[in-house]
Structure formats: C-alpha cells, structure tokens
C-alpha cells in the first residue's frame, strides 16, 4: 500500500487581489488527515479573475500544466486542481505519474457513491455549458438530476453575504431534492465550501463540498498507491517547441 | 469533517472451515490507516461454502442484514460487505445510518476515476451473471471493457496454487488490456488480494485490490462525515414479521 | 410446440393471516386458460409481512428458491413468483430448466409490446428504490415514462377501502398519461388486481394487471415450448453448504 | 379477460408463384392453440417478390394496410404480419383497435423475455439495414449481441435445399453463441420455420420462430383482452384522398 | 471537389389542389445558390392529401422511389423529398448514386450543429408518433429537447391564416427554450416555411426553415463530391417484380 | 436567407517553419466556393509543433480565442479552426456571433449525414485519447465504428513520404470497413488532406476529408444565415483580468 505521511500540490488558478495564500493553506489543511502536508501555489496567468465559462477557463491550462508538470520532481504525492471547470486536468494527468485531482470529478463520484441521482448548484446559467461540458466527458449525465441556477456570480459568492449565499443553496437544494429527484447535492462553486454540513442537515440528504472531495480522493489515491492510468493518459511523445 | 479514528465491521459471508477470522482481521488492518480499527463478525447462514452465482449469494442475505442492522448500536463508523456479489448492499444501506460499503462497488468506483474502461477477472463464467447484475444496477456498464474468465474456482483461489492464479491473472490482464482496450483492471474475487501490486506492474495499468478499495472508500467516508443518501435508500416503514 | 395443458406452481412470498390459499387459487384459476392448473404454494420464511422495501424482499430468497428447486421435479410446467419485486427470479432460473416468470418483468415485458412509455403504479415511495433497481437489472429504463406514487401501503391495498385504491390509481394514472407521456400504465402491487380493466376505460390507455401478464407468458412460454437461455442465466456448479 | 376462442387475419405480403394460401394455413394452425381460426390472405401489390431491402419493403405498405383496415370489421380478432420487416406495423395500429403483430417485434420481445442478448440471422447482407431499422424503431438494440448472414437469399432459403440452409444456421448461431455472446439466437426469415427446435437442441440456446413467436403474442393479447395503446399508436385524423 | 453548378429534382409529395409547382419552383430558387438549378415533380399516387401520421407517410413510398430511381439517369445531381416525414428516405438511397436528402434529417443534422438540445414544433399530436420513429431511426433522440404542437393541421397550416400560424410558433417555441431547455427550434412543417427568420429573431435561438436546411445540404454535399454511403445503404438485388 | 460571397478567417494552430501560410490560403481556395475568400492567420503562442494529445492543444487556447474574438469586427463572417483537436471551439462559440467551425466536428456530421457508423484514422495512439474527448463532448460516441492507428506522427504525415501515408490509410481504412462495421472514414489529421478522393475510390466508402468538411460547413452556414445558438454558448459576463 502506499504512505500515510504525504505533501500534495494546490496550483490556484485564482490569482486575484482577495486570494490569500495563507488562508487557502488553512482551509485546506482543516480538511486534511493528520501527516497531510498542502502547498497551495499561486498560478501567474493572464485571465479573468474568476472562472465562469469554458472561454474563462481556457487562460489558466498552460499556466497550470506547468506546475502540474514539476509537482513529482518537487516532491509531491499528488496534485489537486481546486477549481470546478477541472482546467487541465486530463491534460496534466499526460504528464504526471502522481495523481492529479479535480474537485468537480472527485464530487460527482463521490455523489455516485452516496446516492442515484445528483443535482450541481452553479453560480450563474453561464456556468451551464461549462458543467454540462465536464459531465459529458466524464460520462457521467446519466447520474444527474439537474443542474441548478444560484444567480450568484462566483465574485458575489466568494465576496458577497454569506447569508444570501446559504439561503440561495438551500432554496435551490430543496427544489433538487423536490423536484427534480435528486438525492446528492453537489456545490458547485469551490467558495461555497464550509456550507456543506448545515445545508445537509436542512436538506436531509449528502451535501459535497468539493474542496473535501477532492483531498478525500487525494489522500485515499496516495494511501492505496494508486494513480491514474497512463493507457487512459498516455505520455505526450517530446515535441519540438515554436 | 469525520473522524480519524474508527471503527470497521465486516461481516464476512464465507464461513466455510477454511476462514479464519485472526488471518482475515490481519489482512484487513494491513490495509487500513493508523487509527482504524476492524471487527471481523463470521455470518451464520446455512449457504452455499462460496458465493459464485446470484443463486449462490441469496442465501447470505438475511443474516448479513441482521449484522449490518445492530452495527452502528454496536458503535461501528462503517460496514463493509467483503464479497464480490455485493450481497445485502442496498438492503443494508435501507436500515443502516452509517457508510456501508461493498468491495465490488467501491473497486467499479476506484476504476472509473483512475481510468476510462475497465475490465474485471472473473474465476468462473458462473459468476459473468452476477457482476453483470452488479453493473446493471450501479449503472456502470458503460465503463465496462470486458468481463474476462480464469477459469478457477474460488475455492481453487483460495486454497490452491498461488502461482497458477497470478499466471492466469497476468494471462487474462493482458488480454483485457491488449485486446479489450482496458486501462484498469478489477480482480473479481477477494481471495486475489495480495496480487494487486505485481499484476499492476506487469502489466502497465491500475489492478484494483477489491479488499485495498473497499477499505479506501469506507475510510475516506468517515473521514468526510458522509453517509448514503437516506433519499436512495429509504428507511423501511415497520412491518409485523411472518 | 409445447403443450396445451399445463401445470403452474405459484409459491407464494406473503404469507401473513389473511392470505387464503384457497382465494389465491380461484384468482389465478380466473386468469388462465382452460386445460391449466395453478397450485399455490404458501412460503415459509421469517420475514416482513409485505414486501415493499430491497430490505423486505431479501428474507424470502432461500425459500423461494427451495420451491423453484423443487417445482420441475414435482412435474410443474412452469413457476410464478408473484410478488412485483420478483424476488428470486433470476437466482430461480439458474437452478431451474422449466419457465420461471415474474410478475414484475412480464409486466413490463407487455407494456413494451403495447405502448412505447409506461408508467408504474407504486403503493408508496419506499418501494420506488426497489422497482428502479427491477428496471436497471432488465435494462427497461428506456421504456419508463415515470413511476407514480399512490400513498398506500401494500397492507392498505390488499385490506382497505376498495374504492379509495381505485381512486388513487385513477388520479396518478391520469397524470402518468398527461403530464408524464405514458401510453400504458402497470398496476405496482398484486392487489390491485382486478381494476385494470375499468382503470383502462376510464385512462384509454392499456392498463396492465401484473397477475394476468404473468399468466399470460407463463402459458404462451409452455405451448411455445422455450425456457430461458442457460447461457444467460447459468447453472451454478455444485458446492459444499455450510 | 379476454377470449380464448379468437380469429387471426394473416396478410401475406409474399404472393410469388410458389406461395401457397393452403400450405400456408397448416402452418399457422400448427402453431395455434385448439380454439383459433386464421385466415391466410394473399396481399395484391406490384413489387418485388422476397422482400430484403427497405427498398423491397417499401411496396407492400398500401396494400398490407388495406387488409388490416377491414380486418376488425370481418370479425378478426388479431393481426398477425408475416415478414420480418415487419411492414406496415406501425401504421396499421394507427387505423386498428385489435391487435396487429409483428414477427420481427414478437421474436425480440420473446428474446428478450428468455436472455440477455440475442443474435439473428439474417438471409444476406443487403437485409442488415431493415433489421437495423427495426430494432432503432423499437428501442432493441441494447438487447443485440450480432446480426450475422447466412449467404442465402430469401429464395434459396425458400426454395433451395433445407439442408443447406440448417447448415449455415447452425454455423452461424453457434458463433454468434460463442464469439458474440449470444444467449438466444431469432431466425431472420419466416421461411426457415421448422428448423428451431432442432437448432436449439444443437446450439444450447433458445432460437426463436418467428411465426410461431408472432402466434404466440397474438393469442396472448387476445386471452389477456389488451390491444396496442391508441397514446401510442394514434388514431389519424380524416383526409381528403388525392 | 464536386460541382459548382448541379440540378436538383424535387419529387413533391404532396399532391393536393392547393399545391402549385411554379410557386414550389420560386420558394426552391429562392434558397438555392447561384447556379442551382431545381426541378419541382409532382408525384402521382392515391393517398391523404396531406401527410401527418406514420400511415399517411406509407402511401407516397412506391412513387416517390420511382422519381428518386429515374433522377441520375436524367442528369441530376442529388434528390431533396420535401415532407417532414422523410418518406422514402433510406429506401430511395438504396437505389440511387447521387445525394437523397430529406427535409427532416437535414433539419435535426443542422440543429446538433448549432447548438446542444432542439425541439420541433409539430402541427397536431397525431404526427408525434411520426417524428418519433425518425429520430429513433436516425440515432438522434438525445439532441432533443422536446416535441412540441402547435394545435394547426397540415392544411391549416398550408390554407389557413399566416397570423395564426406564426403566434403559435412563438408560443410553442419560446415554451420549448423556456421550459424544456431548447437552445435551437425546428420548424416541423414544409409549409412553416419563411417564418424563419422572423421567429428566431423573436426567441433568441436559431430557428431552422426545413427547406432551407435540406437545400443547404444538398448543395454542400454536391459541391464536396459527397454521397450516401453504399455500406449503410446496399443496393438491392434485383428479385422479380410481382 | 445569408450571402453567396463571403469571408473566412483561418487561424493555424500550427506556427512550426514548415507551414507556410500562402500554401495553406491556396488549399483553402481550392476548397472553396467561387466568391468564398479566405485569410490563413498565424497564431502565435509558445507551445508543441504539433498538436496530438491534449496537453499539446492545451497551449493555443489562449492565442486561438484572441483570433476569433477579433474576427467578427475585421469584418469576417465565419472562423474555421484548422485542427482535429477542435481547439477553443466552444470557448471560440461564446465570445463571437459568426459561425465558428472546427474540422474535426464539421467532419463528424458529414459522416453522420452519409452513413450510419464512421472511423477515424489517427496518426497515433497518443491521439486516440484526444478525439474520445470531442466524441464524447459532442454526444457522438453512438455513431463511432472504431478509432484506428495509423502508426505516423502529425509530423511524418506532414513532412513525409506521402506514398506511405497513403499505404497507411488504405490499409487501416479497409480494416475499418471490413473488420469494424464503418461505413464512412474520417481523416484524423488535417495534413491528410488531398488523399480523400483516391481513398474513397479504393475503399467503396466515403472517405471524409476534414479541410472540405469545414470549408462545406461554414459556407453553408453562411449562406443560410444561421450562426450557434447563444443560449448553448452564453456570452461570458465581464470580468476583470489578473
């Protein structure tokens, strides 16, 4: 089996002014099994501050290849991409051994594992397609219940009142559970986290914090010493470069 | 979040003369994280000695439910169900508040996110029926590459020659890899244990230890503070008994 | 061709007090041809009184199946599990060369023949967990417009108000063809037998009573003169019992 | 319930020189439960004389529905259309309230009843595309293992020589048995009736006679006193006729 | 590459008082390119004046496979069958060389090009049934977000009031993007056509003329040297004609 | 209806010394309509010479979206993107409101137009992970006989033995037809281009040529006035840059 003791990469795409690198290491490492270490890594890339569209999202994959890239031979045992458009993360996994983990994949398969049917609550409808986007490439529609609609922009959610946030998640969570038959929720925005363990305590069924889903697979991938599959990611063969 | 520290219940099925519950405790603790303990409970049913069709897990049904039903009374974090026939899982999970995990569903989950299709060895075409059943109703066949037959026993896995199984192990990984387009391989019986580690290297691709995945996804849900969706499983409504 | 006279045996999964054996029979007698015998054959398990739950069907496994064993021997032409979460159906057909026939599965099997989407009828949500898994293991979810639910317990329906049970079953079957899309409609428990016929008046759509359609392809299978595949449903290799 | 006494009105799309109403009617009797009448009626088209095309099929539209338009009115209480390209099924239900069956659907349905996948053999290669359309049309073709060809045509199989015609079959199902994974072979042409009892005995499998299987749903529906649902199948509304 | 300057024959179904080929011929110019040349055939059969359901559709199939066979022999470049229906479709590419394009198809293909889900608006329920088994046929029923009918028959559609017509295409439609989720409407009737333009300016989505599209595709297909693949479409051998 | 003359913005992906962009703009001409022009515009951005896995297309997002943002304001009425790994092309959707069309998807239609079930040749196994993607993001998988491996790097297909290109393609190309059931080929590599005709002729299929595929989409588009839809590619809402 592989080790309990590990240190895991956080590349961030997020680089804007409210980004602290001090307070993402402490949320992180609260989420984080005893002999976990975390290094969260500002990503220097130019793009919009935050992530809402597949345009959005498209400005942080070179940047962000780049630190997946020196992960292993900086000593990491595992990489995880905090952002719930998964950037670069079947491209990353082509050239890393370790693992790389998404927070959007690690919490839809944590909602398959807990239940039939999940609803995603996104930020705005522009965020949609995005979602619609990563559900098809992982396979992963027929699981889906719906995704619903906060109408909150991801700046609102990470700066606004974390009232209106809650109340927004709770309100959208019931009609998934009500009306759309969904019996997992999945947050669908990276700052949602922390909203989790009261919103399913409200709404009577799984609520997923996806920055918790995905140090759960990272932690659980390093244990097993278990990493993704290199006939599913094959090594880019060595190109010159223009 | 969970808890680091825990309590594991496996009602192990098998209760043939050949078990023994000192050997299995020391098999499982090998794979779980410091912190966690394990109860190996042998089940009393009147049954066939292994469990290779749906007929032959049939009769495990009532009496695993009655060990995974006083679990959490008993103080118990998890429950694992250490069969590839996933025997009582969704019943259990009806009448359990707790994670209560099979070693079959959490090998199909660990599969799908190190890879794109997997294909699972079988001892006998006796047994295709019932992972196809298992498939079916996780809804994972999808990412199914093949089901591949060695042509052993379980009993000849468990008692017999342990080089024949890792030759017809590697024998059929490779065609399932080759041929098949497999990228991950599950080993389809438990008495495989043991082989994971090898076969992955000779064979270039993850090999799920279906004991290592169970063990990883019911730590992994404590740890979290999740449960299954009372909404996917609901709760029994009393009835009187017959 | 198979034959004109035939004998069924029809193990019958619910037997609390007010199951008469003796009504059972003349019911089944009304349902099937002339030149067919019916000979229901009350279980013996300890469980549940009704089955409405994963976790109620699981107690009625072995004894079914010991019936099943049995059935070919003491000369029957074919078995009925009539119970609509066809407990044992497949485990049955792996130790059985004659028909065994569900009501559950011939249900559906007729509404695909006579309609394009149908909708169930369920006592109470506890048992949509159970008739999904059905529809997954059969691969009919395609076929499903919706499952509705009455909010009757199976007890309700087997003892109350007649009229109460037709009212419900006529105000979601109406929904189930106007709002749903469903263009046949399947009675979710046996006792709702005996309405279909005024419910498919007043509907205008099939409606399908699950007694009657297992009758039906229980005696077209033995004039046919088939039996399920064996490739498909494989008879497993003998084994020490515990 | 419905009859058990009951008429069946047979269109025969084939009306080539060796067709024979006589020899046509002991075969259908054959099949039939004592108590059911059928009346062979030779369909007036111009077209081609086997049909194994959707070209071909494309002929015997008109006239065929013509046949099953007048069918309830002379007192029929079932349809059955005789060629696997099951022409005009689905129209004629839009203008029929009996039952109007299809050999082509009635052999999936059996298929699907006794197995998991079904394979079946066709006569050529140019009928793979009806087949195919068939089984879109009806939602089958999750159900289907292959469709493999005999290279015989319609007329060979017909007119040739049977033991030719035994000798693919049994060439072709057991590779579809053995290579495709086939539990139940359907043969692709009405013209090889007769030979399934023996190919199932030699194969191992079910194989499905499609007239005998089109008889078989026939008399069920009309014992069970169900017709196809007119939500499905609807009634076209009057028209001028050009 | 193909050609720039090419003929097209348009066999026209629907054969009606009302209809006028001079004004078929202009309505055709008008969405042609440059150097298209169109011939407008009235095709000569009993049948409905109009074609709304599956059995409606079943009598133009043996004309219009005689225009569609005789068209390369008379020097044109590809055939358009103008009715929602497609009737003939898949036959007549059976027996032809040059591009058989159908209003339907090229509708749906040009919908999955543009966006993600469409819905068609019908005219009547009673064709639902027809457009259904078109896009089983073609594979197509996941790009789709819902049927929708507009209440307006065929001929109302054709003679009646273009006011009428157009309110229920905007109520219909912006129900389809509002309610069902549809990002690209489908005009469901030849005779919807120059409403286009207008309706999509109105609800926001592309609103797809079927004329339009089965031009735009007949065009491009010559122009790229393109036909119909003769490995999905064989030619039939010729049989003797009854 | 749009317009006949036209402007087409090419932006290449690939910068390497050996594309030249007055060759590239003669090959796009010659696929071209007469009153089609076209402008080849070199992207530059830091990244591999060639694009085969999805680590490589990672690195032109960024560039590529530059170019199609502009586009529409110089004037042009639709964007090609020259790659069969579709780069930017949805992210390209939600920022312009002219057609922006990839060559890989423009020739996954046309092979859904003319057959039933396509492969695709790619130049290696690196790539086969990068199409699976766009398959499954574009919903296409249903209609994929097989991927098939060339055995050439994107540069030896470039700058290469065009003779042994050509050997390449027809042998995996007839193995495609005879031994995986496809009907139509798609060329996996855009530097296959001109090989398309001669390949069709030998192998009795349509062999699909990716240049023409996208040059015959996007003119066709154009000419009927038809650009995505915006509700399945919603504008991004501003947002600052880091």
Redesign the interface.
Known sequence: ?GK?RMRIKIPTAI??PLASVEDDTKQWL??A??GTEVQVVPVH??????I????????Y??SL?EEIKTAEEQGFDAVIVPCMADP?L???R??ASIPVVGTA?SSF??A??????FSELEP???G??LT??LL??Y?FE??VASLRVLGL?V?EIRSGDKGAVKQAILREGRKA?EEDG???IVLGCTFMAGIA?EASEQL???V?DPL??AM??A???V???????????????P????
């Open positions: 089996m309990a680089t804007g609260a989420l099994s005893p890339a130019k793009g919009p501050e935050t809402e569209s597949i345009y959005d999202a498209a400005f994959g070179p290849l670069g079947h491209a990353g082509e050239i994949e398969l944590l398959i594992a807990l239940g039939h049917r705005t409808r522009e949609l397609a619609r986007q098809l490439m396979e027929k699981f922009s700046e559970v969904a019996d997992v363990e009577g069924v799984p997923i918790a889903a759960g697979f932690e659980m991938l244990r097993l010493g278990l990493s993704h599959s290199k006939e599913a990611y094959m090594t880019p063969s190109k010159k470069m223009t």
